[in-house]
């Protein structure tokens, strides 16, 4: 697994003085790992993924698929050393115990990882991925699993209440609130900005060692506690290896459920947290169609519209 160097030294050198999206001489080799999702459209989801990716001229994919509900899991034993991102978006069995373990060295040594929506659902028994991710949802977790993390007062709370994990009410609308400027996914982006329609995770619990929160949104867990501001960006340092989850980006069962993944803010924070993961910086500028407060953008085609780097 290499951590990019050159890309790094190309990338800078060519962006270096130039104000239009930077296009790399050598891209982020990729890999979605996907399959075996009861709740969602996985193969849509993944597809929509790789578009994203790919159409921003920064990383080249391929898309491994897991043996499916009824099959077995151990024939799914991918050489990660190949790439140097991988892109989680799966929701089943958990791996057998050797895929684990390279996973586990893979990003150990310095190997990019993004976690995408329900992939912080499954696996809930392994004990590496559940550090990797830092906070999952439902399956059994509890307080045994860890904290409640969520914002309060201009900080994260670590909540070691006792209750159950995750929540998520009908899909709708969302304000995202930037809570970490100065990382380099959110740097320049709006305090605040609009994300489409979504099912907003929320009552995540989980090791949370070495996470950052990058952003929140208010969302109510429909009981007697109401509601606060839950993470849906954040960041784990995992080892050498930088993790970065989206909590945003369901997949409804057909084409025109993808609505989340349209957004331009779901894209362009995939593509910013990918890229970080990766390199251990960000090199995009922040483009100009870029969701704001109160004001929602989309990109249907999952690629930026040619005006979005203008100035």
């Known amino acids: 697994m290499k951590r990019l160097k050159l890309y790094l030294l190309i990338l ?4 270096l003085y130039t104000t239009s999206p930077c296009k790399a001489q050598q891209k982020i080799k990729t890999m979605i790992v996907t399959g075996q999702d009861g709740s969602h459209w996985w193969q849509g989801g993944s597809e929509a993924i790789k578009m994203i990716l790919e159409n921003s001229n920064l990383f080249t994919v391929d898309i491994h698929i897991t043996p499916d509900w009824n099959e077995d899991i151990s024939q799914f034993n991918p050489d990660f050393d190949l ?15 050797p ?46 699993d860890g904290p409640y993390v969520y914002w309060k007062d201009g ?3 670590y909540d070691y209440s006792p209750g159950w994990a ?13 809570r970490s400027p100065g990382h380099p996914i959110t740097n320049g982006l709006p305090t605040e900005w609009e994300h489409f329609k979504d099912e907003i995770y929320a009552r995540l619990r989980g090791p949370a060692r070495n996470l950052e929160i990058l952003a929140t949104t208010y969302e109510d867990a429909g009981d007697e506690r109401g509601g606060r501001h839950e993470p849906v960006l954040w960041t784990v340092k995992y080892g050498k290896g ?22 331009t803010g779901f894209q362009v924070t995939l593509l910013r947290g990918a890229e970080w993961a990766a390199t251990g910086q960000v090199t995009q500028q922040v483009p100009t169609d870029f969701p704001r407060k109160g004001i929602i953008t989309l990109r249907k085609e999952f690629k930026a519209p040619s005006h979005a780097f203008d100035e």
């Not at 993790?243 to 957004?263: I, K, Q, T, W």
């Open 12 to 15: 800078l050198a060519t962006c």
């Open 83 to 97: 790439y140097d991102l991988v892109v989680i978006n799966y929701g089943g069995t958990t791996w057998a115990k």
């Open 99 to 144: 895929t684990q373990q390279k996973f586990e060295d893979f990003v150990s040594q310095g190997g990019g990882v993004v976690v995408i929506h329900s992939s912080v659902v499954g696996m809930d028994d392994w004990k590496g991925y559940n550090e990797m991710i830092g906070l999952g949802a439902w399956n059994g977790r509890n307080e045994k």
């Open 155 to 157: 900080q994260a709370v």
């Open 166 to 178: 995750g929540y998520h009410g009908l899909q709708h609308p969302s304000t995202i609130i930037n």
């Open 242 to 263: 930088n993790v970065f989850v989206s909590l945003l980006g369901h997949a409804g069962n057909d084409p025109e459920l993808r609505y989340a993944m349209e957004c």
